[in-house]
């Protein structure tokens, strides 16, 4: 049984909005993240948010994208936003059995456990 499953991803045109969504009844209440991966790069750290919610953005995405939780929906978001070619990628939640994420949020082998990813395209 799959414990995180993500949803939303898609095709849109430059300057467009997203919203993915990462469904998960076992670690609502953890550090939990975003990471991409785009073809022949590295998977990338996006965001991470804590327990109680406190937030990290790698650079690149900072003042476009918002990651959050909705603890009444055991669901993981993120609101991504002004989406250009450079995000076109395949996204992956992830989460850890830790309340915190520390200052590892960005490092893959922190995650316990991961999503099987979705895609997003940016594109004209």
């Known amino acids: 049984q799959e414990r995180l499953v993500e949803s939303g991803g898609g095709s849109v045109q430059p300057g467009q909005s997203l919203t993915l969504s990462c469904a998960t009844t076992?670690?609502?209440?953890?550090?939990m993240a975003w990471f991409r991966q785009a073809p022949g790069k590295e998977r990338e750290a996006v965001a991470s948010?804590?327990?109680?919610?406190?937030?990290k953005y790698v650079d690149s995405v900072k003042g476009r994208f918002t990651i959050s939780k909705d603890f009444g929906k055991n669901t993981l978001y993120l609101q991504m936003n002004s989406l250009n070619p450079e995000d076109t990628a395949m996204y992956f939640c992830?989460?850890?059995?830790?309340?915190?994420?520390?200052?590892?949020?960005?490092?893959?082998?922190?995650?316990?456990?991961w999503g099987q990813g979705t895609q997003v395209t940016v594109s004209s």
């Open positions: 992830a989460a850890v059995s830790r309340y915190w994420c520390g200052g590892a949020w960005n490092v893959p082998e922190r995650y316990d456990d």
């Open positions: 076992m670690y609502i209440g953890y550090c």
């Open positions: 948010i804590d327990k109680d919610s406190s937030t």
